[in-house]
């Protein structure tokens, strides 16, 4: 007499749900990883747009972006904000809940700039966005 069973033994469904709860730890913080990085990329490209209005504001006013040189914004970790020249954009506060820091480089005679975000949460500046006076992306 033959004996036939269908299904799968108790120890291969055993195997197969630890393969899954494996590869479920390792997959589980990547993907909590890509949620923060979407958010501090949000952040930066609203601030950055933000601080471009007000550069467009500024050249329509006074027929250039501001004097030639480089300038910081640098947000603490209690969120306030300090920079290099606070009459440049007096008016911008960083948005979201990212701290980031800003750094406007203006080419001489004032119609050229460059606008770079930074992560600097973990001491070390993390470069994630860039854009420049065309709105072109410059990063990522």
Same mark, same amino acid.
């Given at each position: 007499?033959?004996?036939?069973?269908?299904?799968?033994?108790?120890?291969?469904?055993?195997?197969?749900?630890?393969?899954?709860?494996?590869?479920?730890a390792?997959a589980?913080?990547?993907?909590?990883? !890509?949620?923060?990085?979407?958010?501090?990329?949000?952040?930066?490209?609203?601030?950055?747009?933000? =601080?471009? =209005?007000?550069?467009?504001?500024?050249?329509?006013?006074?027929?250039?972006?501001?004097?030639?040189?480089?300038?910081?914004?640098?947000?603490?970790?209690?969120?306030?904000?300090?920079?290099?020249d606070?009459?440049l954009?007096?008016q911008?506060?960083?948005?979201?809940s990212?701290? =980031?820091?800003?750094?406007?480089?203006?080419?001489?005679g004032g119609?050229?700039?460059?606008l770079?975000?930074?992560?600097?949460?973990?001491?070390?500046?993390?470069?994630?966005?860039g854009?420049? !006076?065309?709105?072109?992306?410059?990063?990522?």
């Amino acid at each position: 007499m033959s004996r036939t069973t269908k299904g799968f033994s108790f120890i291969e469904v055993l195997v197969t749900v630890a393969i899954i709860g494996i590869l479920s730890a390792i997959a589980i913080p990547a993907f909590l990883g !890509q949620k923060t990085n979407a958010d501090l990329v949000g952040d930066a490209q609203q601030n950055c747009k933000n =601080m471009q =209005m007000m550069l467009e504001t500024r050249k329509a006013d006074a027929g250039v972006y501001g004097t030639a040189g480089t300038y910081k914004w640098t947000t603490a970790a209690d969120g306030t904000i300090t920079a290099t020249d606070a009459t440049l954009l007096p008016q911008f506060g960083v948005k979201g809940s990212s701290k =980031m820091d800003y750094t406007l480089v203006i080419a001489a005679g004032g119609l050229i700039y460059t606008l770079d975000a930074a992560d600097n949460r973990k001491g070390t500046a993390t470069h994630i966005y860039g854009t420049d !006076q065309n709105g072109k992306q410059t990063f990522p």
